[in-house]
């Protein structure tokens, strides 16, 4: 194979090599103009920065002045940078909104918002377990995450980023998710054992 | 001609191996040519960079300034999405939107696909149309033409009548508003498509009933299209369940002929459904079917109507894996009360679609169907088929394997279908095609296949009146087409296609002389053909406010007979093509809510054919004014107005005309 590539490398032709670098050059262009779906990452990224205004924290714990906002990714980032780019300048009652990533719960118990990569079942349990009775936002893309005792899981319908809200983890928490917010989840049954 | 047939096969040659070259610019090492390549493309790789960076600063924006409502409505894709469908990449696709149609003022399916630059559209009279890709628009017979080579499809419903192979157009009356888009690939679509792919495929999109929600009624009478009504009204039954329903109906009044009233008006109702279940993230659901009625003179009455039903199962296994499961039934039965023969089909059709990622660098889509085509007719005393009841099935399978060569670079798509059918059993359609994206604005591709017609019943059963003693032997048609294509956008705004193609045909239909048949002739096999030709399309987003589209074509066409017992005429029969065809359609969106359209086509000269008179070039104009007010549009459509009629395709004359409604969206 080695051989067959270098032989054919060798084939190059001047003419050839120009034309091609010329369609190259003369088509610098930019991208098409017509709508092209989104990535979900990015869709989520929004969703995420939009969550920060329609939850309500409890007055128990007040950020105090300046103290950043923080909205937490745990696990492998899956934004790329689209998360700092939807909180860009934005603020929550005068508390800058900043991103953190971590790789430990430890690290992360002093965010308002998690976004938990994780997949499995028992890292899911471990961690969730770990946070359990702060004022934490947890939300994810895991399948059984809702199940499991976390609050928020994004999932896909037809192409459309759509949430499941787990109210009795949100209750647990002390957290008030806005009714208008609530009206656009699927929420999973508030009665529960 | 011969010569730049040869030109043009070297021309593929040379880009093949420049393609090939291409890859080494990464794969090869140690030369000079190496160290300046990597250059290029780290430059190339950065500008890209930044400009993705600019884009995505700017859509975050636009995103954040959403309602969560409007958020869950945004389209999204997964990251490490499906590879882009190779007939997307490496083929002579066009597609009409929505929008495109609504624009046009078109009416009914055959008037939106006028808006693909690479097909052949002409209006034959008030109810048929003849309509190719790439030549062979066959002469007209009994209600429709003997056009062949295309493959149509309707949300997945193959619309094909294996009477004469091709499509009765008069009867495909989707409602337009409902029409997500319609893609139209011009050239061999015989690896994923199946049997008649020849020249070409249409698929109609329609968009699934959680886009169609609410209420949509529109109303217009004129001139030629007297009156026609539609309402569709979308709903949700559950958190993941929509459903739509809608009717129409319409009057189109006659043609003329030689300048006095033709005989051929005709009026159609139909109605239908579609039901989407997102059942869960993984599997979805949808339901649809249509019901039709018509009556057209031609010029005596020939009642039309059908029915059709289809069911499709969708497995998401992840973002890269899915299963697909079909199944349809569909009903078509046509009373030509004027030459007293009746067809009666009923399709029956199953077929499954698998495609997974393998070993990172494969993508593999593979399928199998399976089709059952109940055809009865009622002999008449001018068309005889042998057997008046025949089931026909056809097995299909296909496998395809999308190598990525050089990732965002170069890739190989190897595929074939394998297929066996009623009449010429066992058939092989294989193709070879491979993109070459320098970066996101500049794609190169070509393209090896083989694709085959299969006879349809009035070449292989039909026993009178061209024939007593049947020709059992006839094979399958068989073409293999070199395609060569270029999609650029040369500057904001702007997307340029290019596509050229040299086609040899062999085994055509022939009309052949024979003796010992009543009529003197007999249909054999005995023409083959090369064609080429070039298609151009731009799309050219001027201002916000000022949208053109518009393509050109090129067709060049040789038939030779390999017998001396091959009719004279017998070339033409075959194919009634224009040599060259433009069209160009402009869109103004104007302040208070008005639009200003214009759609322009000019159409080559037709031959005169055994069956057609010589057509004559013509420029059409249509123009279309709208107002939105509110949940109202008002608006005013003038068609081919150039001219007090013009023909298109045969003897009829087609009136220039007017017509005007209103549209109500809820």
């Known amino acids: 194979m080695q051989t067959l590539i270098r032989s054919l490398n060798h084939q190059i032709d001047n003419t050839v090599k120009y034309i091609l670098l010329l369609l190259i050059f003369v088509c610098p262009g930019t991208s098409w103009p017509q709508v092209n779906p989104v990535p979900s990452s990015e869709v989520k990224a929004v969703f995420l920065f939009n969550f920060a205004n329609f939850v309500d924290w409890p007055s128990t714990s007040l950020l105090s002045p300046g103290e950043p906002f923080i909205i937490g990714v ?40 998690l976004f938990i990569n994780l997949q499995s079942p028992e890292q899911l349990h471990h961690t969730l377990m770990a946070i359990k009775g702060l004022n934490i936002l947890t939300v994810s893309d895991a399948p059984e995450f809702a199940k499991s005792g976390g609050m928020i899981r994004f999932f896909i319908v037809n192409n459309k980023v759509r949430f499941q809200v787990n109210m009795e983890a949100v209750k647990d928490a002390n957290l008030v998710i806005s009714s208008k917010m609530l009206r656009l989840a699927e929420v999973l049954n508030s009665e529960g054992p | 001609m011969i010569k730049t047939v040869t030109f043009f096969n070297r021309l593929v040659r040379v880009f093949r191996h420049n393609e090939w070259h291409s890859t080494q610019y990464i794969m090869a090492g140690g030369s000079r040519v190496r160290i ?71 009416t009914r399916l055959p008037e939106a696909l ?76 015989g690896t994923l498509w199946g049997d008649n792919a020849v020249n070409g495929v249409i698929n109609v999109i329609s968009k699934s009933a959680d886009q169609t929600q609410g209420l949509y009624a529109s109303a217009s009478a004129g001139s030629f299209l007297q ?44 109605g239908g459904f579609r039901v989407d ?40 296994f992840s973002d890269s894996s899915d299963l697909r499961v079909q199944a349809y039934f569909d009903h078509t039965y046509r009373n030509y009360s004027h030459i007293a023969f009746d067809d009666d089909l009923k399709t029956y059709d199953l077929d499954a679609q698998h495609q997974f990622s393998l070993f990172k660098r494969n993508h593999i889509v593979w399928g199998a169907g399976f089709r059952l085509m109940d055809d009865s007719v009622r002999n008449s005393p001018s068309l005889v088929l ?25 890739e190989l798509t190897l595929g074939t279908k394998l297929s066996s059918n009623h009449y010429t059993g066992f058939e092989i359609q294989p193709s070879a095609r491979l993109a070459f994206t320098p970066n996101i604005h500049n794609t190169i591709w070509a393209a090896v296949s083989r694709a085959v017609h299969t006879p349809s019943r009035i070449d292989a059963d039909q026993v009178f009146p061209s024939m007593n003693i049947l020709n059992t032997n006839l094979v399958s048609e068989k073409v293999i087409a070199y395609e060569l294509g270029y999609r650029v956008e040369p500057f904001k705004r702007m997307a340029i296609s290019v596509a050229g193609y040299y086609n040899t045909y062999t085994d055509l239909r022939s009309i052949d002389i024979d003796a010992q048949s009543p009529s003197g002739v007999i249909f054999e096999n005995n023409q083959r053909a090369q064609t080429w030709g070039v298609e151009l399309s731009v799309n050219y987003w001027i201002f916000d406010w000022w ?57 080559d000269s037709l031959p005169a054919s055994i069956l057609t008179p010589y057509v004559p070039h013509y420029f059409s104009l249509d123009l279309r004014l709208a107002w939105t007010y509110k949940k109202f549009e008002f608006f005013v459509v003038g068609k081919d107005l150039l001219s007090s009629s013009h023909r298109e395709f045969g003897a009829e004359q087609i009136p220039r005309s007017i017509y005007g409604g209103i549209t109500c969206r809820l």
């Open chain 1, 74 to 113: 745990l696990g492998e980032n899956p934004f790329g940078s689209y998360l700092e780019k939807s909180v860009l300048n934005e603020k929550k009652d005068g508390h800058p909104l900043v991103i953190k990533y971590f790789s430990n719960i430890e690290e992360a118990k002093n965010c308002r918002i």
């Open chain 2, 36 to 106: 300046i390549s990597f250059i290029f493309l780290l430059l190339f790789s950065l500008t890209s960079t930044l400009r993705a960076e600019q884009d995505t600063t700017s859509v975050t924006a636009a995103l954040k300034k959403l309602s969560m409502e409007e958020l869950m409505n945004i389209e999204v894709t997964s990251v490490s999405k499906t590879p882009q469908k190779l007939t997307e990449v490496a083929s002579a696709i066009q597609v009409i939107t929505n929008d495109d149609i609504e624009q046009s003022g078109a």
């Open chain 2, 114 to 189: 006028r808006l693909a630059p690479n097909l052949e559209v002409a209006q034959v009279n008030s109810h048929d149309w003849a309509i190719s890709a790439r030549g062979f628009n066959a002469a007209p017979l009994n209600g429709s033409t003997l056009a062949d080579k295309l493959l149509v499809m309707i949300d997945g419903r193959t619309i094909y009548t294996p009477l004469f192979g091709g499509v009765f157009w008069d009867v495909q009356n989707v409602l337009l508003e409902d029409v997500d888009r319609i893609e139209v690939v011009s050239g061999p679509g």
């Open chain 2, 227 to 270: 009156d026609h009504a539609a309402v569709r009204y979308g709903g949700q039954l559950a958190p993941n369940l929509f459903y739509r329903v809608y009717g129409q109906f319409f009057d189109q009044t006659n043609t003329l002929l030689h300048d006095t009233s033709n005989r051929d008006n005709w009026n159609m109702v139909q």
């Open chain 2, 277 to 316: 279940y997102f059942a869960t993230e993984k599997n979805s659901l949808t339901v649809q079917g249509d019901l039709y009625w018509g009556l057209e003179n031609t010029p005596t009455n020939l009642i039309v109507n059908g029915q059709n039903i289809l069911g499709r199962w969708t497995h998401r």
């Open chain 2, 386 to 410: 042998r057997d008046s009841h025949l089931d026909l099935i056809l097995l299909s399978a296909f496998l395809q394997d999308q190598i990525t060569l050089v990732r965002n670079w170069l």
């Open chain 2, 547 to 603: 949208h053109l589209r518009g393509g050109y074509n090129y067709l060049s066409k040789q038939f030779e007979s390999t017998s001396s017992s091959v009719l004279s005429g017998s070339a033409v029969f075959e194919g009634i093509d224009p040599k060259n065809q433009a069209m160009l359609q402009s869109v103004f969106k104007l302040p208070k809510g008005i639009q200003f359209e214009a759609v322009g086509r000019y159409t």
